[in-house]
DNA sequence: ATTAGCACTTAGGAAAAATAAGTGCTAGGA
DNA sequence: TCCTAGCACTTATTTTTCCTAAGTGCTAAT
């Protein structure tokens, strides 16, 4: 249990590093504090002892620790709530009521993005959550078209392609089939069932059936496995703790790009803002995750935000809480 | 003009500069020359004249120049063929018949990205050079839809949108009366002509004519003004000159996210493969692009590979110039 | 024309020295 | 018992100095 001094002290380490990368002495502390700069050492020795505070080298000022964020981000943040002029730059995304729910996230995370200059993820479910509702194919030429899948979460795709020698009529027997029998499966499994439960059916009256078939398997195959929308990647590039060190600016592009861990913070599955420090992001040791499940009728998904371990915890928690909010309603 | 040994020693110049980013100097290039050292220096000295060579400092070895990059591609440099095993790669999605012209383009400018290292983009014309073709709206549920846009360039995106109390009816008329009124307009005129020719016409029949409007306007102002395809571009952290140089990244990131530079690149009208070195790229003096632009029945556009001004430019060309052999047939 | 030889230049790395920031600990005071 | 002034000590950082390796330009001889 942290004596109300030594809290005070944490907080102030935290957000004084926050706001600017360099260890926090004890010196500069007392000036905030009823008490001398010996007392404040004597103090962060205890708070280093019990794992909340770091040195860099033996005769540095602290620095938090992951777990140092950890109570930060559960004892002692104050929520900051967001600014009328940022508020009103996202109302006016909001407010649209043509906008498609999965537009508006994007736009409004553009802002966000911009405004904190921290990276943002929009996550659909994953194509095993989305089932399938209903596919369309609509004529472009000759040979060409276009093949329309919704699921039932709302997730819209388009795929082109290209049959010779196969007529309307069949393209729409094969079209209104798959939609009486897939509809309902999980887009990761139509591939398969279409195989079992299209292919002997179309193959004895479609002449092209070899062809139609594999043209919708490869529709779905190549059906995003998971709904990923990434706004402002480079603004990584601006944090100091990346911008000395390419390997780890490397290491975080990549992340980003690798399904796994994308899918792992779709996959929590609390419904509240949560907050992965450093180790805990599996990003990066120097990379903070804040996110949040939204749900909106039957369209849902994961919003992110993505900085550094340095992030201004409490105005992002702010803003991600407003967000859920005017998505959900 | 240059003698044969200047030529041959430009050239070797620029290729071991390119396979190693040191400045070559005159011991070196002599073992590969029937005389010494002493003399290669008297020719770089007047390739430096000639402004073909630079010199990092004083007494480095001496490095090409951007002039020097111009000469090699224009005169000195031997294409090379694509090695078997990479051809067979990128042949297995040339041979797949029900791809879309644009989605076999997009598979293999991320093969050709992986192979060399390089960004790789794809870029469809603009959208003041893409006709309307047509439009589809297929219905999601009560209140949604997705709006499908067709150019006649062959380029297809969607856009979900949602609409209040308004019939099928209304909506198959004014897709039909748009079909049939604005079909052939250029994509970034369509939202000007729907207000003078659209609008008044439904304007007397439907209800929620405002609420139309608005969507269908939205929809193509929404519409990319260029179908832009960046795959790899993290690949630049990998190159030396750049690993080192955080400003030079960031600006190079930045420079693919401008429009107008993507833009320039298109605009040029040589249907060959050209070379930009450096400054010409627009990009960054440390960077190449080199382009073509293709044609295909009416689809056309252009691809580029974007890598350091030290780029293997004979392996690039080639490569370029079977994907465009390719792309055409 | 070519080349051997040499004085000269510069980047880059290692070592040494100076500086600044901050710590832990001791001993005295409230 | 808690607090604090004071001081010796540690370490990163910066600056300075020195050294080396690589390469050049120029001159004089072939």
Do not use: W
């Given at each position: 249990?942290?004596?109300?001094?030594?809290?005070?002290?944490?907080k102030?380490?935290?957000?004084?590093?926050?706001?600017d990368?360099?260890?926090?002495?004890?010196?500069?502390?007392?000036?905030?504090?009823?008490?001398s700069?010996?007392?404040?050492?004597?103090?962060?020795?205890?708070?280093e002892?019990?794992?909340?505070?770091?040195?860099?080298?033996?005769?540095?000022g602290r620095?938090?620790?992951?777990?140092?964020?950890?109570?930060y981000?559960?004892?002692?943040?104050?929520?900051?709530?967001?600014?009328a002029?940022?508020?009103?730059?996202?109302?006016?995304?909001?407010?649209?009521?043509?906008?498609?729910l999965?537009?508006?996230?994007?736009?409004?995370l553009?802002i966000?993005?911009?405004?904190?200059?921290?990276?943002?993820?929009?996550?659909?479910?994953?194509?095993?959550e989305?089932?399938?509702?209903?596919?369309?194919v609509v004529?472009?030429d000759?040979?060409?078209?276009v093949?329309?899948?919704?699921?039932?979460?709302?997730?819209?795709?388009?795929?082109s392609?290209?049959?010779?020698?196969?007529?309307?009529?069949?393209?729409k027997k094969?079209?209104?089939?798959?939609?009486?029998?897939?509809?309902?499966?999980?887009?990761?499994?139509?591939?398969?069932k279409l195989?079992?439960?299209?292919?002997?059916?179309?193959?004895?009256y479609?002449k092209?059936?070899?062809?139609l078939?594999?043209?919708?398997?490869?529709?779905?195959n190549?059906?995003?496995?998971?709904?990923?929308?990434i706004v402002g990647?480079t603004?990584?590039l601006e944090?100091?703790e990346?911008?000395?060190?390419?390997?780890?600016?490397?290491?975080?592009?990549?992340?980003?790009?690798?399904?796994?861990?994308?899918?792992?913070?779709?996959?929590?599955?609390?419904?509240?803002?949560?907050?992965?420090?450093?180790?805990?992001?599996?990003i990066?040791?120097?990379?903070?995750v804040?996110?949040?499940?939204?749900?909106?009728?039957?369209?849902?998904?994961t919003?992110?935000?993505?900085g550094?371990?340095r992030?201004e915890?409490?105005?992002v928690?702010?803003?991600?809480?407003?967000?859920?909010?005017?998505?959900?309603?």
């Amino acid at each position: 249990m942290l004596s109300e001094r030594q809290e005070k002290i944490l907080k102030l380490i935290v957000e004084k590093y926050i706001k600017d990368p360099i260890p926090v002495g004890s010196k500069v502390l007392s000036k905030h504090l009823k008490c001398s700069s010996a007392t404040v050492r004597n103090e962060m020795a205890t708070l280093e002892e019990l794992g909340l505070l770091e040195k860099t080298h033996t005769s540095s000022g602290r620095v938090p620790s992951e777990a140092g964020y950890r109570y930060y981000v559960d004892n002692l943040m104050e929520l900051k709530k967001m600014n009328a002029e940022d508020m009103l730059k996202l109302q006016i995304v909001f407010k649209n009521q043509q906008l498609a729910l999965s537009d508006t996230i994007t736009k409004s995370l553009q802002i966000i993005s911009d405004m904190t200059n921290y990276t943002t993820i929009t996550l659909g479910l994953s194509s095993h959550e989305n089932l399938l509702k209903q596919i369309e194919v609509v004529p472009i030429d000759e040979e060409s078209m276009v093949v329309l899948i919704v699921t039932d979460k709302g997730h819209v795709e388009h795929k082109s392609i290209k049959l010779q020698d196969v007529s309307s009529e069949e393209i729409k027997k094969t079209v209104s089939l798959i939609n009486n029998l897939i509809a309902g499966t999980p887009i990761d499994e139509v591939s398969s069932k279409l195989e079992f439960e299209i292919k002997p059916i179309i193959g004895n009256y479609v002449k092209q059936h070899e062809q139609l078939y594999n043209a919708f398997y490869h529709v779905f195959n190549d059906f995003s496995t998971q709904d990923v929308n990434i706004v402002g990647r480079t603004k990584m590039l601006e944090q100091p703790e990346f911008s000395n060190n390419i390997e780890k600016i490397k290491n975080v592009f990549n992340k980003l790009e690798d399904k796994d861990i994308l899918n792992s913070i779709e996959q929590d599955d609390d419904n509240n803002i949560k907050v992965y420090i450093g180790g805990e992001s599996k990003i990066d040791d120097d990379v903070t995750v804040i996110k949040t499940k939204f749900k909106n009728g039957n369209e849902e998904g994961t919003i992110a935000i993505i900085g550094p371990k340095r992030m201004e915890y409490d105005r992002v928690v702010g803003m991600l809480e407003y967000m859920k909010e005017n998505i959900e309603r």
